[in-house]
């Protein structure tokens, strides 16, 4: 069930590509930089988007391979 659920958001990756590193680069430096100045409540958030965009990013390099 979840090897069918990578294989649908590799898909999606490889219509997307070329989206997703930048969401993940500036996500990711969103949430450390308000992890910096103590702003808590906006680096959960930014850091979530960034989790999401590498899951999707290593799903779509990963998915050839569950074939």
């Known amino acids: 069930m ?5 294989k649908g958001i590799g898909i999606f990756y490889y ?7 930048f969401i993940f680069v500036f996500a990711l430096v969103h949430a450390i930089s308000s992890m910096i100045k103590d702003e808590k409540a ?3 958030n930014s850091s979530i988007v960034a989790s999401i965009s590498l899951l999707i990013i290593l ?3 990963v998915s050839p391979a569950f074939n």
């Open 2 to 6: 979840f090897i069918e659920l990578m």
């Open 15 to 21: 219509w997307t590509w070329f989206l997703w590193p």
């Open 59 to 61: 799903a779509g390099i």
């Open 42 to 44: 906006s680096s959960k």
